[in-house]
């Protein structure tokens, strides 16, 4: 199926790997043109070759810097000559427990992972709407609707972002001019983060990595962790011109792990 993107302009952040990157990969292989952004500059730089040389018919423009700052935001969004597509992503906060973090962890959690995103879509929805056209995408977390104990920053800040954009998503001058807003709630994907956590829950236990993770794999119904690419070919079905009626969802990606009916 032709996604109908051919030729937009899209702002991933964090996209230098994992699943920012996956993304940013997805919807370049459908003809859009993007700003990828990362604070890593080696890694980031790696990733813009790699898609310039995997997609030549598309622009790929990377922007050093962290989104989490007016200054990193304000860059971005100069390097795009349109945002047609917003894909909101950081690296989420450390876990432990809520009785050690202080007022400037929550501020950090928050900045990174609410105030961010809603900054940048208050930088590009309108715009998007004057145009007739605007996709935007939250990378949140499945802890959004199952919480995880240690994750209380993530939890917090994440599940705020949620409220925030359930509420502007169905603001009739955005939905009613082809502007969506949703969010993508990622599981177990094969990522560095969730390397790192299952070598942290290894050590802890006194347990080998590959014993954690084959545990872990086995507490989900498919068996397996999730892809970056598939992760990324969900990200641009929710960008495409047919998904005009999808607007103000949570859609939970995680190989069946959450048990609820609803």
């Given at each position: 199926?032709?996604?109908?993107?051919?030729?937009?302009?899209?702002?991933?952040?964090?996209?230098?790997?994992?699943?920012?990157?996956?993304?940013?990969?997805?919807?370049?292989?459908?003809?859009?043109?993007?700003?990828?952004?990362?604070?890593?500059?080696?890694?980031?730089?790696?990733?813009?070759?790699?898609?310039?040389?995997?997609?030549?018919?598309?622009?790929?423009?990377?922007?050093?810097?962290?989104?989490?700052?007016?200054?990193?935001?304000?860059?971005?969004?100069?390097?795009?000559?349109?945002?047609?597509?917003?894909?909101?992503?950081?690296?989420?906060?450390?876990?432990?427990?809520?009785?050690?973090?202080?007022?400037?962890?929550?501020?950090?959690?928050?900045?990174?992972?609410?105030?961010?995103?809603?900054?940048?879509?208050?930088?590009?929805?309108?715009?998007?709407?004057a145009r007739g056209f605007g996709r935007i995408v939250n990378i949140t977390?499945?802890?959004?609707?199952?919480?995880?104990?240690?994750?209380?920053?993530?939890?917090?800040?994440?599940?705020?972002?949620?409220?925030?954009?359930?509420?502007?998503?169905?603001?009739?001058?955005?939905?009613?001019?082809?502007?969506?807003?949703?969010?993508?709630?990622?599981?177990?994907?094969?990522?560095?983060?969730?390397?790192?956590?299952?070598?942290?829950?290894?050590?802890?236990?006194?347990?080998?990595?590959?014993?954690?993770?084959?545990?872990?794999?086995?507490?989900?119904?498919?068996?397996?962790?999730?892809?970056?690419?598939?992760?990324?070919?969900?990200?641009?079905?929710?960008?495409?011109?047919?998904?005009?009626?999808?607007?103000?969802?949570?859609?939970?990606?995680?190989?069946?792990?959450?048990?609820?009916?609803?």
């Amino acid at each position: 199926m032709d996604l109908g993107l051919k030729g937009r302009w899209a702002l991933v952040c964090a996209a230098s790997k994992g699943l920012g990157r996956g993304c940013a990969e997805a919807l370049a292989g459908e003809g859009v043109n993007v700003v990828i952004t990362a604070r890593g500059e080696g890694e980031l730089l790696a990733t813009a070759a790699a898609l310039k040389s995997a997609h030549p018919q598309v622009e790929v423009l990377a922007v050093v810097g962290d989104i989490a700052t007016p200054e990193g935001r304000a860059a971005a969004l100069a390097a795009c000559p349109q945002v047609d597509i917003l894909v909101n992503n950081a690296g989420g906060p450390q876990p432990g427990d809520f009785r050690d973090w202080d007022r400037a962890q929550w501020i950090a959690a928050l900045d990174a992972n609410m105030l961010a995103p809603i900054e940048l879509i208050k930088a590009t929805v309108d715009g998007m709407a004057a145009r007739g056209f605007g996709r935007i995408v939250n990378i949140t977390s499945g802890a959004v609707k199952a919480p995880i104990d240690v994750l209380g920053l993530s939890n917090g800040a994440r599940s705020g972002l949620t409220g925030f954009v359930a509420g502007v998503a169905r603001q009739p001058r955005l939905a009613g001019a082809n502007v969506t807003i949703n969010n993508l709630l990622p599981g177990a994907f094969d990522t560095d983060r969730l390397r790192k956590t299952l070598a942290a829950g290894a050590a802890k236990a006194g347990l080998g990595v590959d014993e954690v993770a084959a545990k872990r794999r086995a507490a989900i119904p498919a068996q397996r962790f999730g892809t970056a690419a598939e992760f990324g070919a969900i990200c641009a079905m929710l960008c495409s011109a047919q998904a005009g009626y999808l607007t103000g969802q949570n859609i939970l990606l995680d190989g069946g792990n959450y048990p609820g009916t609803f």
